[in-house]
């Protein structure tokens, strides 16, 4: 099967510009194409997953990826879905940021015998002349046509800087750059990266006279239309360190019933006839769909022994065997429970919450157990004799659980 058919099953393809040039394309030869991935953070997080995964089918396709991580574009901020000026990153930071992407992709993408390539476009951005660059580059944009770009129409209204009107241009180059280099023929990324795109694959037929493409995904989203990948504890990373797979799992487990099939389509690599017949489930078999989603999503990001260390943890907690070992956990010296810790110091120093105000808060609302027994006063104290095998599970609300360990 042609991959273009594969991506548009599986729902990955927003808009293209050429789509049957393109589905014929991909049809007769291997093509070099690219996914800029901007290191504003040194991770990755769920929204870029999408974008990994349709680079990861095309190059199961027989095509060849390259990773551009911008550290240059970086140095600007893309002011694309955004209504305000993003921080600006130090030079070390974005370095570091860099080499922590770098890092993750080589866990999606196969990067050995040449069959993909990781570029950092500081490396042609940071040392252009401007000057050499406003007449080489700048001439081909039209900044009327610019204003009319979706990414800057809702910024002009709170005030766009100059420093990111540049960023089109950049990203543009971009583009152009890898064509001259790697023969680099098509650029895939968000819908969001619509404008820029088709910036630089118009730059390129005019400096160059070549014909390249874009292709732009779906952004994951949920069924009220915002982007998925959000906690209360902010962005569900890809790092470990930042979103344990525990977490990880977790999050998937707990998808709306409507979110199942758009993610089994985007983020695994399940065949689309067990897709279709895992999304048909209903009543409470739905929950087997999302117990397969969960695990394999967590496969590809944390590996298989962490995917299950995860599922057996979700066992355990709903009574059907597992052990709780990759549960978040606190170690705590028995010590400070000989004469006991009231619950509200308690849920502070393990993290479920910011303050004792908050955590006054939850308790009177109902949203806190010990034990799986709801806690309604805030002045209890918790004691040796609350543990079991030095060991003391907390919940909060109905999905976030924490366990407690002495020493």
């Not at 089918?57 to 993003?86: C, F, Y």
């Not at 730059?203 to 239309?225: D, F, P």
């Amino acid at each position: 099967m042609n991959v273009f058919d594969t991506l548009m099953e599986r729902g990955y393809i927003a808009q293209t510009t050429h789509e049957e040039e393109i589905r014929e394309l991909l049809g007769k030869e291997s093509v070099t194409f690219y996914i800029g991935f901007d290191p504003t953070a040194d991770s990755l997080h769920v929204g870029h997953f999408v974008t990994i995964m349709f680079m990861a089918h095309m190059q199961r396709g027989g095509h060849r990826p390259i990773a551009l991580v911008g550290g240059g574009t970086a140095m600007i901020g893309d002011p694309s879905g955004r209504t305000d000026l993003r921080q600006m990153l130090t030079k070390e930071g974005i370095e570091h940021n860099v080499s922590s992407i770098k890092s993750q992709l080589e866990k999606f993408i196969d990067f050995s015998d040449d069959k993909a390539i990781i570029e950092n476009n500081a490396d042609w951005l940071l040392n252009l002349n401007y000057v050499d660059f406003l007449r080489e580059v700048g001439t081909h944009f039209s900044v009327n046509r610019m204003l009319t770009a979706e990414c800057f129409k809702q910024r002009l209204e709170k005030g766009l800087s100059f420093l990111e009107f540049n960023y089109m241009l950049m990203q543009g180059y971009d583009f152009y750059v890898l064509n001259e280099k790697h023969n680099c023929k098509m650029q895939l990324g968000g819908n969001d990266q619509w404008s820029n795109m088709i910036a630089g694959m118009e730059l390129i037929r005019r400096k160059s006279s070549k014909q390249a493409y874009a292709m732009t995904c779906t952004l994951l989203a949920n069924s009220e239309g915002n982007k998925m990948g959000k906690t209360a504890k902010g962005a569900v990373w890809l790092d470990p360190e930042k979103t344990s797979p525990y977490e990880f799992y977790q999050y998937w487990r707990n998808v709306e019933d409507a979110e199942i099939d758009q993610c089994l389509r985007l983020l695994t690599f399940i065949p689309m006839d067990e897709v279709r017949r895992l999304s048909a489930l209903e009543g409470a078999k739905i929950n087997d769909a999302k117990s397969v989603l969960a695990f394999e999503v967590t496969k590809l990001v944390h590996g298989e022994e962490e995917a299950r260390k995860a599922e057996e943890t979700t066992k355990a907690l709903f009574g059907v065997g597992g052990d709780l070992d990759s549960m978040p956990t606190t170690e705590l010296e028995k010590s400070l429970f000989n004469e006991g810790l009231g619950i509200l110091n308690l849920l502070t120093q393990i993290g479920l919450t910011k303050s004792n105000g908050e955590a006054r808060r939850l308790i009177t609302q109902g949203g806190i157990s010990v034990k799986d027994k709801q806690i309604n006063d805030p002045s209890i104290i918790i004691t040796l004799k609350d543990f079991e095998d030095d060991k003391l599970i907390v919940r909060k609300g109905k999905k976030v659980y924490h366990q407690i360990k002495l020493v």
